[in-house]
């Protein structure tokens, strides 16, 4: 157990709707970083929060969207959901701390279905 | 552009050898290499790292490889297991210009030690 925990572990939705996706952080971490799998594209970087604030974008869809809460928890936000959205997204926390080091603890995943 | 390539994509290894999957990456400024070991449903798992001031890094039966100056990494497993059978991904990471360690993660490698 990573002590990253995400819900829900599963979900099916038709095509154009909307999704929220939550990730509570192993207690510490400031960094989330949300990742999606999926077959052919394997494990891609979406984007990262720190302390509440975005750091990082990767290949993040503008229909994507995130957010970071004073506690810390994060919500990956999906809408206009399309077939290729269907993946596993994962998010893994982080110190991120100066000197700290950069370990990623990964949640167990939730995995999006879109019909 | 796929900044880490790995290989193989599957390799099956009978139980007691050693399984040997490679990586190697492009960006001159990744600083940090994780392996992740992934079972069917369940995140990544972090397994084992290593930073390039180093040529090698042993923990128990795993073992990476540097070569710093060929910009490649491998994992060694050793007296290779059935309950090793997973899917094992190498990363890379640089601190970014926004403070990011996000990862690169390579394509995967689906392991299967008979028994």
């Known amino acids: 157990d990573s002590g990253v925990t995400q819900t829900p572990k599963h979900l099916i939705t038709a095509t154009g709707q909307r999704v929220t996706l939550r990730c509570s952080p192993r207690?510490?971490?400031?960094?989330v970083y949300w990742y999606q799998q999926s077959l052919d594209q394997g494990l891609q970087f979406l984007i990262q929060y720190y302390n509440g604030e975005e750091r990082a974008k990767g290949n993040i869809l503008e229909r994507f969207s995130a957010q970071q809460f004073p506690d810390l928890h994060s919500e990956l936000n999906l809408s206009s959901l399309e077939l290729g959205d269907s993946a596993l997204y994962f998010c893994a926390s982080s110190h991120d701390r100066q000197g700290a080091g950069d370990t990623q603890y990964f949640g167990p995943g939730t995995r999006l279905t879109v019909l | 552009q796929q900044q880490v390539k790995q290989s193989p994509q599957s390799l099956i290894v009978q139980k007691g050898g050693i399984s040997i999957i490679n990586c190697a990456y492009e960006n001159t400024a990744f600083d940090y290499f994780p392996w992740y070991q992934q079972f069917p449903g369940k995140g990544p798992a972090l397994l084992i790292a290593i930073r390039p001031d180093v040529s090698e890094k042993k923990e128990g039966r795993f073992t990476i490889s540097f070569n710093k100056s060929a910009k490649q990494f491998s994992l060694h497993i050793m007296d290779s297991q059935p309950g090793d059978s997973a899917t094992y991904f190498c990363?890379?990471?640089?601190?970014?210009?926004?403070?990011?360690?996000?990862?690169?993660f390579g394509k995967g490698t689906k392991l299967s030690v008979i028994p």
């Open positions: 207690s510490g971490d400031l960094s």
């Open positions: 990363a890379a990471s640089s601190l970014s210009g926004a403070g990011s360690y996000q990862l690169t």
